[in-house]
C-alpha cells in the first residue's frame, strides 16, 4: 500500500495522477506533532524542513519530492535546501522540481529571475557525498519566461517516477539510488543544468567563488579579524565564515545557506565554519526552543557561532 504524505491536498492529488502506481495511494496530511510524525515513521525526512510529497510504501519511506515555481535566486536559493538534505543523509531518492528561471511580477524587481547556480553545485555535492540520487528537474516556461501550468509540465516528472517504479517493482530499494544517478534520464537533467548556465546565466564564472557574505580565510586572519579560536579549533584549517545580518532569530532564508555552504565548501575542503550574528547576543539563542528546526539547523552545519558578544562553540550550543 502506497502512502503519498503532503502539505496539501492539492499536491497531494497532483502527484498521485501522475503515475499508474499511485491510483490507489492513500493521502495523509503531513502532521505538525513531532509524536505524530514519529507514529507515521516519518520524522527521518522531517527532522530540518517539511518537503512537499513523502512518498511510503507500507512501512518504509521510498521517495520524496520538493515541488515549486519560485526560482531560487541570490541569497533565497537555500530555503528549501534542508528540505532535501535529509533524504538525500536517509539516502531516499530525492527530485527538485522548479523552473530555473521564471518571471516575478511587480514592482521595481519584475522581470526574469535565474537560479543561482550554487544549488546545482551544492546538490551535486550532497548527492555525492551520501552517495545517493539528487534529482533536478526544469519546470517549463514559455519564451516570456511564464511558467507554463498545463499539464504537459509534468511530462519529466512523470518519465522519472516510470524510471523509478520500473527498478523498485522488480528489486525495491536495493540498489536504486545507483540505478537512478547512473541512468540516461539522469545525465540528462545534467545536461539541461549545463546548458542553462552557459546560455540563460550571465557571468556564470561568479559561482565559482564564494559570495559576499561568505569568507574562507586562514585561522590567523580569523583571530585577526574576530578574535581567539579555542584550542579545540584545528587551526591548521582555513575558516568559512557566513555572514547572517538579521536582527533577531530566524530560519529563512539563513539556516538553509549555512547547510548549503557545508555542502558546497566546507565538507569537502574540511574547512571550519563559523556562522558570524553580528547583531545578536548569546543570550537570544539561549532562549529559543532548542528543539526546533531553526536551532538544528544552525547547530548542526557550523563549529561555532559568532555572537554580538562572544564566540560560542558547537558543543554548547
Known amino acids: 500500500m502506497y502512502y ?3 502539505d496539501s491536498i492539492q499536491e497531494g492529488m497532483w502527484f498521485k495522477n501522475l503515475d499508474p502506481h499511485l491510483a490507489q495511494a492513500e493521502l495523509v496530511m503531513i502532521p505538525n506533532r513531532v509524536e505524530d510524525q514519529r507514529r507515521y515513521g516519518i520524522d527521518s525526512v522531517l527532522i530540518y524542513d517539511r518537503p512537499d510529497i513523502i512518498l511510503k510504501e507500507d512501512n518504509e519511506i521510498i521517495f520524496v519530492l520538493e515541488r515549486t515555481i519560485e526560482v531560487p535566486s541570490g541569497h533565497n536559493v537555500g ?4 528540505r532535501l538534505v535529509a533524504a538525500a543523509r536517509a539516502r531516499i531518492p530525492v527530485v527538485y522540481f522548479g523552473p530555473y528561471a521564471a518571471y516575478k511580477h511587480g514592482g521595481k524587481t519584475a522581470g526574469p ?3 543561482n547556480l550554487r544549488l546545482f553545485y551544492a546538490l551535486e555535492n550532497l548527492a555525492r557525498f551520501y552517495d545517493t540520487a539528487v534529482t533536478t528537474i526544469n519546470w517549463p516556461v514559455d519564451k516570456h519566461y511564464e511558467v507554463i501550468k ?5 511530462n519529466r516528472i512523470k518519465e522519472y517516477l516510470r524510471l523509478f517504479f520500473l527498478h523498485y517493482d522488480a528489486h525495491g530499494m536495493d540498489g536504486i539510488t545507483t540505478f537512478i544517478a547512473n541512468s540516461t534520464f539522469q545525465r540528462e537533467q545534467i545536461a539541461e543544468q549545463q546548458r542553462f548556465a552557459a546560455t540563460e546565466v550571465q557571468d556564470p564564472e561568479q559561482y565559482d567563488q564564494p559570495p559576499e557574505s561568505v569568507e574562507i580565510i586562514t585561522s590567523a586572519d580569523y583571530i585577526r579579524k574576530y578574535g581567539n579560536l579555542p584550542g579545540s579549533i584545528d587551526r591548521t584549517r582555513d575558516v568559512l565564515v557566513y555572514h547572517i545580518g538579521m536582527n533577531y532569530i530566524r530560519s529563512d532564508p539563513y539556516a538553509g545557506m549555512s547547510a548549503l555552504y557545508y555542502y558546497l565548501y566546507t565538507a569537502d575542503r ?4 563559523i556562522l558570524h550574528f553580528p547583531n545578536i547576543m548569546s543570550a537570544q539563542w539561549y532562549a529559543q526552543n532548542n528543539s526546533s528546526k531553526t536551532y538544528r539547523m544552525y547547530k548542526e552545519f557550523c563549529d561555532g557561532i559568532l555572537f554580538k558578544d562572544g564566540l560560542i562553540l558547537q558543543a554548547n550550543l
Open 4 to 6: 503519498i504524505f503532503c
Open 79 to 82: 530555503q528549501r535546501f534542508g
Open 113 to 115: 529571475r535565474y537560479m
Open 150 to 154: 498545463r499539464p504537459e509540465k509534468d
Open 270 to 273: 574540511n574547512l571550519t565554519q
